[in-house]
């Protein structure tokens, strides 16, 4: 049984565990607000918000429930746009109206429940970070402009929420309805019931593992629903992020989201938020897991990469046994795992960077924000007076795996950093990449793509040193 | 005022297709689809699919009643395919079952045996095998034989433009079920409901009185529904006829995008002459479209390109031939524009081909040959209300050029490996259906007796705001408040033989009948008035704000109670009328006439930065002075020219349609097809509302603004493209769109791995 709270009512169903959400929203209680745009995350329309229970708060994020398997509900509150509405519009919806930002209206819906959700958590609301909550949502017929002036208009009207107490401020100034306030109670007395029931199948039973879904439901969204599911986003094992002994440690069902929030990882990589801006949008990023990328094993998967360059190291279990793997020999071979399809990959290690690491990532696609990279980069070096004494650099989108590039790392070990010295590596990389040409580029354009974002690592981190005009 | 469907749309109570409460009994359908480009089939085995749990019928071609035909204006096209396919994604069978998933999974079944057939999928290809869909047209103006032989210049080139996916956000559907005597209901996601209602008519072999098509409203359509939603219709019925039972289907995207066609992929080759003035004398075109592989309106889009040959330019000298190719391709059809910025983007790319040979920039030229009242196109018409060098002063006085042209070069000149490029883009769009017997329409209008007001036409609301404009006619008309007036569905069994919401005449078209059928119901309330008040002839009577204005001073006579006065006077409080646009006309013997009733100018300013390192790009700033007539809705209109100035940037840049050697679609989904998202827009998009000349035949003098404004999107190619020769000097990129990051990059270093 899935027990949640879908907008006011309290929902105990047996239907698929990897039934997707939006079907249980349109179908099976027939709230017809959330639309179907494309069944991939790619367009917004389904956009729902998932209330979780932390610390006696209720955290609202934004999600496509297309992506998001049934039993991912449980435990949680779902909000669709039929649990925003009043007998007045919210100054979401106003803002929208009195800006003309919607046309057909087909995906509008979308960016009220994104919009709505950023007014609920964001703490420092500016109008950026209100453009940032719709980087999830596709609209064909308004060209964005109304959107992006309804974003300016709440964002003032945002200025006077009260940080104390910001539930009761929105349900005052009709941005919710007067049922949110009880919802940590009622997600409370929810969880006691879930945790008084055995749930799930026995492992022995079990098809598919999934953590966020957000590939699953793409790539097998037919036998994900008819099969024996098992969601591991409830496992608290996998969750949470620490530092010990020189490392980060990473739970592999964090969410990327997750690890763009983590202090740990902010202070690290002073850039992260530049990073993670480029990869999918807000509501796959409020799913997807760090795990969930590596065991893909997308060549092109952005954490993958970045990973591969931090030299990390995966642990994985199986049952009682744990047992550790350098991330880079994972990759056997296209959407081939060094792992069994029921280990699964419980955390992730890697070095702190110190003072003379430096971290870089680079991705370039066909659309810069929401697409899959033509190619992608990273690269951590540790340097010394301009030499190079430890290189890691990975690509994605230049062979059938995420790829760690070995002899181009080695070649850089020692070496001064200086043009002469990077163009033989921009030489050295060619020998050991296999692009294919595809929907995401030929294979001449992905080669010299990745010589240049190997240049752009240098020009970003040696700015001093090294300049365009000395390499190109 | 706002539109009027936007409070149903924020709070997700709008209803679409697929928002329809199922009745009882509904079946599901699955479209099972050929898996080759092109071939003959040599045996379909249903037999294990129809095992499987939950189907209830699998149609094939054979099962059809009537006739299997769905060709608009050529009879090309089978609804399901007989002995051969020629597209992937050619529909073979439907699949009929209790729920959606069972008749999917039953699709997997489903064993077809095809003999594979040589397959083409370029169009220049096509017509050297002779595969056409119909004879080439030429339209001809002057003679440019003579002409180009008193050249001073004479350039020639070619050019390239990409297909474009619709990408409505609300994919392709239908709901069917069966009314009583053998008549049907079907609510059908279109731009055209009569389409819908005659071909099925022809599929089922019944009359088209016994088919009503209904349409609330379309989560998008940008012409991809305009002839391209009959057919997921048309199965609809036939499974409600075949089984009695309601049917729905609803694409799901991959199969929506595989399934239906798009913008046409047009290759040209061009050559033009100017004397020593750089006055263009004289111009050569060929088209070739990629029509696809049946006819759908590939016709009436090549005819279009015609027309927009040369764009908003006076050329006295012109030979355009047009080549509607075959391929083994889905049948391309309608999209925003209809193949006029597909004629547009060849004449800008022979000017900028010519400034690049002639050492000029590539403005000098265009802003020299701009057209003027008085001026002949090359299809005969005579150019009347000429904005088009009024836009482009307008725009570069208003936006500065000169001043931006300066800080562009200086940014250009401080920065290596970052580069600004800016373009110009006049627009001149013509207004009506090419097909002169489609400019007509009818408006029924109710007067209930509570002095309420049902307005039906022939528009169909897909976000365009017809509605909204609709309701402004019938409430200024009327005299009355907009809140009194429901704007109806538009359903064919009360507006009959409609014209498809298209060509951007749908608010002047029915526009124009709403406001003839509130007319005359309110010159029928005046004479009741004068009645009533036993008034003296000739006394001026007016109703306006809801009340009666006799002579000038109002009179205890609300408008309710005028309308139930009338209404037990036995007056009729209803008006049926029809609207045919006048003046236009064409004679495509001759290929000569007055085909529009007007012409849309305006001009852009389109300002890119490109990253020189990484080949992505930005857009910092589209200006635009559009020419809107006297705006009617100023927040629809200028809508309008965002929304579709984006899909025009999305055109030329980002959205990639790519066909494998085999004719299957790999960009087949929103993760490899990308179109415009929120961050991909420009920084800026200014847009002056020139308030010009009226012209009758625009509705309340607010001139037509669906398609113009996509053609503004043309100048983020050539921006780009001057970008990218900043950075090379030498650079001489192939006139090929959409100019997508890899193309950028590619001219940015075209040595390397040599």
């Known amino acids: ?472 | 005022m706002r539109n009027i469907d936007a409070l149903n749309h924020v709070r997700g109570e709008s209803v679409y297709l697929d928002d329809i409460p199922v009745r009882q009994g509904t079946l599901y359908a699955w479209v099972f689809s050929s898996p080759v480009a092109h071939g003959r089939i040599l045996n379909l085995d249903l037999s294990e699919a129809e095992k499987m749990p939950g189907v209830v019928k699998i149609f094939t071609a054979q099962d059809i009643p009537g006739q299997n035909q769905i060709g608009g204006i050529i009879p090309d096209e089978p609804l399901l395919a007989e002995s051969e396919v020629h597209f992937w994604g050619q529909p073979v069978a439907v699949l009929l079952a209790e729920t959606e998933l069972q008749a999917r999974l039953a699709s997997h079944k489903i064993q077809i045996e095809i003999e594979k057939l040589p397959v083409i999928t370029e169009p220049r290809d096509a017509h050297k095998a002779g595969k056409l869909i119909m004879p080439p047209r030429t339209f001809t103006l002057g003679n440019t034989e003579t002409a180009f032989a008193g050249c001073e210049y004479v350039f020639e080139g070619n050019a390239e433009s990409g297909g474009q996916e619709h990408l409505y956000i609300e994919t392709q559907g239908a709901y069917a079920y069966v009314k009583e005597n053998g008549s049907f209901y079907v609510a059908s996601s279109t731009q055209g409901p009569t389409a819908v209602q005659r071909h099925a008519a022809v599929v089922l072999g019944i009359s088209m009185s016994k088919i009503e098509v209904d349409v609330m409203r379309l989560g998008g359509g940008f012409g991809g529904k305009e002839d391209q939603a009959t057919p997921w219709a048309v199965m609809a019925l036939l499974g409600t006829a075949l089984t009695k039972r309601p049917v729905k289907l609803a694409l799901h995207r991959p199969e929506d995008m595989r399934m239906t066609g798009k913008r046409h992929p047009y290759s040209s080759d061009f050559k033009i002459g100017f004397d020593k003035e750089l006055r263009i004398q004289a111009y050569e075109v060929t088209f070739y479209q990629n029509a696809g592989a049946a006819a759908d309106l590939s016709p009436a889009v090549l005819e279009r390109t015609l027309f927009h040959c040369t764009n908003s330019y006076f050329i006295p000298n012109v030979k355009a031939t047009a080549y509607s190719c075959k391929t083994n391709l889905p049948p391309n059809t309608a999209f925003r524009g209809f193949g006029g910025p597909q004629g547009m983007f060849v004449i800008e790319s022979a000017l900028a081909h010519a400034a690049e040979k002639l050492g000029l920039e590539t403005w000098e030229l265009q802003e020299k040959n701009l057209l003027k009242d008085g001026d002949e196109f090359p299809y005969g018409q005579i150019t009347e209300g000429c904005e088009a060098q009024n836009c482009w002063q307008t725009a570069a006085e208003k936006y500065d050029l000169p001043k931006l042209r300066e800080e562009i070069a200086a940014f250009n000149q401080q920065h290596k490996f970052l580069k600004k490029g800016l373009a110009l883009m006049p627009i001149c769009f013509g207004i009506s259906f090419t097909k002169t017997a489609m400019n007509q329409s009818r408006a029924l209008v109710h007067i209930y007796q509570d002095g309420s007001v049902g307005v039906s036409t022939g528009a169909v609301e897909m976000g365009q705001g017809v509605n909204t404009k609709m309701l402004q006619v019938a409430a200024t008309v009327l005299g009355i408040d907009p809140n009194r007036i429901r704007i109806e569905t538009t359903n064919t069994t009360r507006v009959a033989n409609t014209s498809p919401s298209a060509a951007s005449a749908t608010a002047d078209l029915n526009g124009k009948a709403v406001q003839m059928a509130c007319e005359a119901l309110r010159e029928r309330l005046k004479l009741h008035i004068a009645i009533q008040l036993d008034l003296p002839e000739n006394t001026p009577i007016e109703i306006q704000d809801e009340q009666v204005w006799v002579a000038g001073k109002t009179v205890e006579l609300p408008w309710e109670k005028l309308v139930f006065s009338a209404y037990w006077s036995r007056i009729s409080l209803s008006e049926n009328a029809h609207y045919a646009t006048p003046e236009i006309h064409f004679n495509p013997a001759i290929e000569k006439g007055h085909p529009f009733a007007y012409h849309v100018y305006g001009t852009a300013l389109v300002t890119a930065t490109v990253d020189c390192l990484r080949g992505t790009y930005e857009f910092d700033s589209v200006k635009i002075a559009h020419d809107f007539g006297s705006s009617m809705n100023t927040n629809v209109d200028l809508g309008q020219i965002e929304g579709g100035l984006v899909q025009g940037i999305g055109w030329m840049t980002l959205e990639e349609l790519l066909f494998n050697p085999e004719g299957r679609l790999l960009s087949n989904a929103l993760s490899t097809y990308k179109v415009p998202d929120i961050y991909a827009v420009p920084k800026e998009i200014a847009v002056h509302f020139m308030a010009t000349q009226g012209i009758k035949l625009a509705i309340f003098g607010s001139k037509a603004v669906g398609e113009p404004p996509l053609m503004y999107g043309i100048g983020a190619y050539f921006a780009l493209r001057n970008a990218i020769k900043a950075f090379r000097l030498e650079a001489v990129p192939r006139f090929s769109a959409p100019m997508t990051p890899e193309k950028v990059l590619l001219n940015l270093y075209p040595d390397f791995g040599t």
């Open chain 1, 1 to 472: 049984m899935t027990r949640f709270i879908l907008n006011q009512q309290s929902i105990c169903t047996n239907q698929p565990p990897g039934l997707p959400l939006l079907d249980f929203i349109r179908y099976q209680q027939h709230l017809k607000g959330t639309k179907i745009g494309c069944r991939e995350g790619d367009c917004g329309a389904c956009t729902v918000l998932v209330g979780s229970l932390e610390n006696g708060h209720v955290t609202y994020r934004s999600v496509t429930s297309c992506l998001m398997p049934l039993a991912n509900a449980g435990g949680k509150h779902i909000v669709t746009v039929e649990g925003l509405n009043l007998p007045e519009l919210s100054p979401v919806q106003k803002a929208i109206v009195e800006e003309n930002g919607t046309q057909c209206g087909f995906c509008t819906v979308g960016f009220v429940v994104s919009l709505s959700g950023f007014c609920i958590s964001e703490k420092a609301p500016t109008v950026q970070k209100a453009i940032a909550a719709m980087d999830g949502n596709i609209c064909r017929c308004t060209g964005y402009k109304s959107l992006e002036r309804a974003a300016g208009k709440l964002v003032t009207n945002l200025q006077e929420k009260s940080a104390e107490n910001a539930m009761r401020w929105l349900v005052e100034n009709n941005f919710l309805p007067a049922y949110f306030p009880e919802i940590p109670q009622r997600l409370e007395s929810l969880q006691a019931e879930e945790a008084a029931e055995t749930v799930g199948i026995p492992e022995e039973k079990v098809a598919y593992y999934i953590a966020g879904g957000t590939d699953l439901l793409v790539q097998k969204p037919e036998t994900v629903q008819l099969s024996a599911v098992k969601v591991l986003t409830r496992e608290t094992g996998l969750k949470g992020i620490s530092s010990d002994v020189g490392q980060i440690i990473i739970g592999g069902g964090t969410t990327v989201e997750e690890l763009r929030q983590s202090p740990e990882m902010q202070a690290a990589f002073p850039e992260l938020h530049q990073y993670v801006k480029l990869v999918s949008s807000t509501q796959i990023r409020n799913m997807g897991t760090v795990a969930g990328n590596f065991a893909n094993a997308s060549p092109i998967g952005d954490l993958t990469i970045c990973f591969l360059a931090l030299n990390a190291t995966v642990f994985i279990r199986k049952n009682e046994h744990l047992r550790e793997l350098p991330l880079r020999e994972l990759y056997l071979g296209y959407k081939q795992l060094a792992k069994d399809p029921d280990e699964i990959i419980e955390k992730i290690a890697f070095d702190i960077p110190d003072a003379n690491t430096h971290f870089n990532f680079e991705k370039v696609s066909k659309r810069t924000h929401l697409d899959i990279a033509s190619v992608n980069s990273a690269i951590r070096l540790k340097t010394e007076l301009n030499v190079i004494y430890e290189a890691h650099f990975s690509a994605g989108g230049v062979g059938p795996v995420p790829k760690y590039l070995n002899k181009t790392s080695a070649f850089l070990l020692g070496k001064e950093i200086e043009p002469a010295t990077l163009k033989e590596a921009s030489e050295i990389l060619q020998t050991e990449i296999a692009p294919i040409s595809d929907a995401r580029g030929s294979e001449t354009y992905k080669r010299l793509l990745l010589r240049q974002l190997f240049f752009a690592h240098f020009l970003k981190l040696f700015p001093e040193t090294i300049t365009a005009e000395n390499l190109l």
